[in-house]
């Protein structure tokens, strides 16, 4: 049972363009939603995460885009560098705990 | 501060047999968890720990145990291995309030033939 869908599996971007990544969740409980970035042979890390009293949160290139009602929400990553390129996931978790439910990840690859 | 540190990096196992992963965080965080990685399938939890002396299981418990052996330390063990089981296996720890992020260690390839 996949909870949040993440959609595009992979997504290639030229340097400088804009990268999105959008995931859909199920579940009205959820009240965080992280994003975490890995590189390859690594371990996940957390990018930026937000919750769904705003609807939006930037830091630096990185902007969650968060709809409630449609119960969505995405990455931007803008002016987009090969440093980038790693492999993106959204994630959700409800309640104090963080038990979190990832989405399948999506591979971005951004030529120079 | 090493984080959060992993035993081993890689591991080869025959089917039916036994191994523990190790995992050990240095951070003083409460809550300790597992999780598998597949291709297209993302992080899927197998075991997580709130606190010292408490597991619970995640979505994908099956032919795992878990052992909180202290607040530092959590590992894993498969007692009789399975093809089903080769995967990439991560630790992680997290901070019990705010941004309750996680920190992951560097993981652990395991292939079971």
């Known amino acids: 049972q996949q909870q949040v869908k993440q959609s595009p599996q992979s997504l290639i971007v030229q340097k400088g363009g804009i990268s999105i990544i959008n995931c859909a969740y199920e579940n009205t409980a959820f009240d965080y939603f992280p994003w975490y970035q890995q590189f390859p042979g690594k371990g996940p890390a957390l990018l930026i995460a937000i919750r769904p009293d705003v609807s939006e949160k930037k830091e630096g290139r990185f902007t969650i885009s968060f709809n409630k009602s449609a119960k969505q929400f995405s990455l931007h990553i803008m002016d987009s560098q090969p440093g980038d390129s790693a492999t993106y996931f959204c994630a959700a978790s409800m309640g104090g705990f963080q038990k979190l439910v990832f989405g399948t990840g999506t591979r971005l690859l951004v030529s120079p | 501060n090493a984080g959060v540190t992993q035993t081993p990096k890689f591991q080869v196992l025959k089917t039916g047999q036994s191994m523990t992963l190790q995992c050990a965080q240095d951070?003083?965080?409460?809550?300790m968890y597992w999780y598998r990685q597949d291709p297209g399938m993302g992080l899927r939890l197998i075991y997580y720990?709130?606190?010292?002396?408490?597991?619970d299981k995640g979505e994908v418990p099956n032919g795992y145990n878990v052992s909180r052996l202290n607040k530092r330390e959590f590992s894993l063990r498969l007692e009789s291995a399975a093809p089903s089981q080769t995967s990439v296996y991560f630790c992680?720890?997290?901070?019990?309030?705010?941004?309750?992020?996680?920190?992951f260690g560097p993981g652990t390839r395991l292939t079971v033939t």
């Open positions: 951070m003083n965080h409460n809550s």
């Open positions: 992680a720890s997290s901070v019990p309030s705010g941004t309750y992020e996680q920190y």
């Open positions: 720990s709130a606190s010292e002396g408490t597991t």
